[in-house]
């Protein structure tokens, strides 16, 4: 009788452990996710398109504040320029056993305004090599961008300075 008592202990405390690993490790990831992307020339020659900028602001009230901007080849012209919010849903099964290279989520942008990527999309982040994969369900890709992290880094000290937490000559 002890005995089964303290094995059911011991799996409840393993499940509760490796739980909050998952969890812990899931959002230190995430913290990475903020930042300026850029498609590939690869990607862009393939779509047609001179260049795709997708910018992740941090999270706030349950969305990440961002901004896309797509200009095609022909003129120059602006295809995408739009402000919007994003919410990303998993479901809590993807939480706790997803691939640690790779997370998943559904993507949506309720203030997007485009007629080249759809408000809804599934968003794959790859933390380890700073890559995001639009696309939708049926695996049609709307952009393959990787980290700027100099204009990254860029907009974190720029922020720093405005919040008055780090003045110009301590940056080196």
């Known amino acids: 009788m002890n005995s089964t008592i303290i094995i059911t202990l011991i799996l409840i405390a393993f499940v509760l452990v490796?739980?909050?690993y998952g969890?812990?490790?899931?959002s230190s990831d995430m913290?990475?996710?903020h930042g300026f992307y850029e498609?590939?020339?690869?990607f862009c020659k393939e779509s047609c398109i001179k260049s795709f900028t997708f910018y992740i602001g941090k999270y706030n009230n349950g969305a990440?504040?961002?901004?896309l901007l797509m200009i095609g080849n022909t003129d120059d012209k602006i295809l995408i320029n739009s402000p919007s919010s994003m919410i990303l849903t998993s479901s809590p099964i993807n939480a706790f056993y997803s691939d640690d290279d790779c997370y998943e989520y559904k993507a949506v942008f309720p203030e997007l305004e485009s007629d080249f990527i759809p408000k809804t999309l599934i968003l794959k982040f790859y933390p380890k090599?700073?890559?995001?994969?639009l696309c939708s369900k049926n695996d049609v890709i709307y952009g393959c961008l990787f980290k700027n992290c100099i204009l990254t880094e860029?907009?974190?000290i720029?922020?720093?300075?405005?919040d008055g937490k780090s003045q110009p000559d301590d940056i080196k």
């Open 18 to 20: 490796s739980t909050s």
């Open 23 to 26: 969890y812990g490790k899931r």
């Open 31 to 33: 913290s990475l996710i």
């Open 39 to 42: 498609a590939s020339s690869d």
């Open 64 to 67: 990440y504040k961002t901004y």
């Open 129 to 133: 090599s700073n890559k995001i994969i």
């Open 154 to 156: 860029i907009d974190i």
């Open 158 to 162: 720029k922020k720093k300075i405005s």
